[in-house]
């Protein structure tokens, strides 16, 4: 158990350091949404909000489900295709297959966990490159999804009750004047229980220590490669929730959709503090990161900049993010 009790040694100062990248990354936060409002009487609208809290909600997830992998030190290329797929998934079983709402979102949940379990056994086991084996993934669920539809949208109008999963308001019912949607309570809900599980279970404990000195785990008699594919599959099983949520968003599931959606949200867990190197992160700080990335977005949409240039704006960040990341690694060492 060297690894895991080793780990505190450093915790002192890692805690400190991610308290001051989460404090800047609110204070940024801050800083665009009031930016915005002053350039913009459109922004700071209710329904504007909540369009800002829809995005976030599905950008938000998969940035939960990449945030496990980045702690263990990881990267996952392919979790945009791999909501695509699973959305895809809970198609065919609802709409093709006519099976219950329940069955078709287990469907989409169990299609997640287990392509995140094989990806998991392409890193662990085989010993890929975690980059090469997700971008092989991304390029096979990109095909699938394709294939499967052959390449034509499949529409949930024949499921009842499916697009309130994300589009409906519990809170609205209670509070018309904040009609938060639904699939933010369910961010909410899958941030806690990952925070959770990062805190507070030996999984949570083996994802940290993995990315603080895989080989002195392994050393200590742990199976590393075990437990790096039941955390590939926890983040493979989060992603098939993130499809649930955009093909409810949408009513649709969308084959040629996902690709693109990964680089926002490891933007959004650089932004919160999640170091690419491992071994430290927060499941609030990419809540926060999440939130800049939407509201950014939004933001640009708003004042009329181009699509384009919009995009040049994202990959910037991400660079801007990612530098960050090393010198807080380098005042760190």
């Known amino acids: ?26 204070a940024s936060l801050i800083v665009l949404v009031v930016g915005f409002s002053l ?44 909501m695509t797929f699973c959305a895809v998934i809970a198609g065919v079983v609802l709409t093709w297959g006519g099976m219950p709402l329940p069955l078709g979102l287990l469907a989409a949940v169990g299609t ?19 980059f090469i084996a997700t971008l092989g993934m991304m390029l096979i669920l990109k ?23 994300a589009q409906g308001s519990l809170i609205g019912r209670l509070v018309p004047a904040f009609p938060v949607p639904n699939g933010v309570l369910i961010l909410f809900v899958v941030a806690a229980l990952v925070a959770w599980v990062l805190g507070r279970t030996v999984l949570g404990r083996y994802t940290f220590a993995l990315g603080s000195n895989e ?20 983040s493979g099983a989060i992603c098939g929730i993130a499809g649930i949520l955009i093909a409810s968003r949408l009513n649709s599931a969308q084959p040629a959709l996902g690709q693109g959606y990964e680089l926002e949200a ?32 939004n933001g640009l949409r ?17 660079i801007v993010a990612v530098y960050a990341d090393q010198l807080r690694r380098r005042s760190a060492g």
């Not at 459109?42 to 995005?55: D, E, K, P, Y």
């Not at 990806?119 to 890929?128: E, H, N, Q, Y």
């Not at 708003?302 to 991400?318: D, H, L, N």
């Open 215 to 234: 080989e002195a785990v392994r050393l200590s008699g742990v199976n590393t490669d075990g437990w790096k594919m039941a955390i590939y599959a926890l």
């Open 112 to 130: 997640g966990a287990l392509c995140g379990l094989i990806s998991g056994v392409f890193v662990a086991r085989m010993k890929i490159p975690p």
């Open 143 to 165: 095909g699938l999804s394709l294939i499967v539809t052959g390449t034509k949208p499949i529409y949930f109008n024949a499921t009842p009750g499916f697009t309130t999963i």
């Open 39 to 82: 350039a913009s009487a459109n922004f700071l609208t209710v329904s504007n909000i909540m369009a800002i809290l829809q995005a976030t909600a599905v950008n938000g997830v998969l940035a939960v489900a990449v945030t496990l992998i980045i702690i263990t030190g990881g990267i996952d290329l392919s979790i945009g295709t791999l």
């Open 266 to 297: 490891i933007a959004a867990v650089v932004i919160g503090g999640t170091s690419l190197s491992g071994g430290r992160g927060t499941i609030l700080g990419t809540l926060i990161g999440a939130l800049i990335m939407s509201v950014l977005t």
């Open 302 to 318: 708003v004042m009329s900049v181009a699509p384009e240039w919009q995009t040049v704006v994202t990959g910037a960040i991400i």
């Open 1 to 26: 158990m060297t690894a895991v009790t080793a780990r505190p040694a450093h915790a002192h100062r890692n805690r400190a350091g991610s308290a001051q990248q989460k404090l800047l990354a609110f």
